[in-house]
T-cell receptor
């Protein structure tokens, strides 16, 4: 079991550009959540996808959008990049939105640097 | 906002048990206590979770007080690889995780 995989591992973009990050969930998992972690802070929830729809969203602007595919993999898109978007972006997968007593597993993250 | 309170940092000697406390006085009856840790620049790693009974797995033990207002994560024989930031989170299960600032645990050789 490969666990949660994210790509790319590192990325450098210019302010104003757009970026797409990718996540493949752990085998058997159907729910994908995305988090942003700025340097020195804890991860902040961006949104969660289940059954190809955004189910829950954190306090992030519409520049942040996502998608989930039928195979449960997911993408995070960020438009009009700002310097403040520089962070570690984490994907977490879990089984069955709405289930209790279940745990989430995280990927190793994508380090995005906006210059 | 995070619904838990943890000390910002702790030290533990290598080979000794590391006991990490967490206060969650506003926990609701069907919320679980989860522990994750994050080693520098890596993704958070799930450790253990529990509702009201003590739990043990290959990584750690979780002791939850009877009133469920606090808990302790125990790493029985700490090694240098246990140096990390440890997050205590209360959650119903499969919903967004609200991370606080965690406890930075340093294992001393």
């Amino acid at each position: 079991d490969a666990g949660v995989t994210q790509s790319p591992t590192h990325l450098i973009k210019t302010r104003g550009q757009q970026v797409t990050l990718r996540c493949s969930p752990k085998s058997g998992h159907d729910t994908v959540s995305w988090y942003q972690q700025a340097l020195g802070q804890g991860p902040q929830f961006i949104f969660q996808y289940y059954e190809e729809e955004e189910r829950q969203r954190g306090n992030f602007p519409d520049r942040f959008s996502g998608h989930q595919f039928p195979n449960y993999s997911s993408e995070l898109n960020v438009n009009a990049l700002l310097l403040g978007d520089s962070a570690l972006y984490l994907c977490a997968s879990s089984r069955g939105r709405g289930r209790v007593n279940t745990e989430a597993f995280f990927g190793q993250g994508t380090r995005l640097t906006v210059v | 906002d995070a619904k838990t309170t943890q000390p910002p940092s702790m030290d533990c000697a290598e080979g000794r048990a590391a006991n990490l406390p967490c206060n969650h006085s506003t926990i609701s009856g069907n919320e679980y206590v989860y522990w994750y840790r994050q080693i520098h620049s890596q993704g958070p790693q799930y450790i253990i979770h529990g509702l009201k009974n003590n739990e043990t797995n290959e990584m750690a033990s979780l002791i939850i007080t009877e009133d469920r207002k606090s808990s302790t994560l125990i790493l029985p024989h700490a090694t240098l690889r246990d140096t990390a930031v440890y997050y205590c989170i209360v959650n119903f299960g499969n919903e967004k995780l609200t991370f606080g600032t965690g406890t930075r645990l340093t294992i001393i050789p």
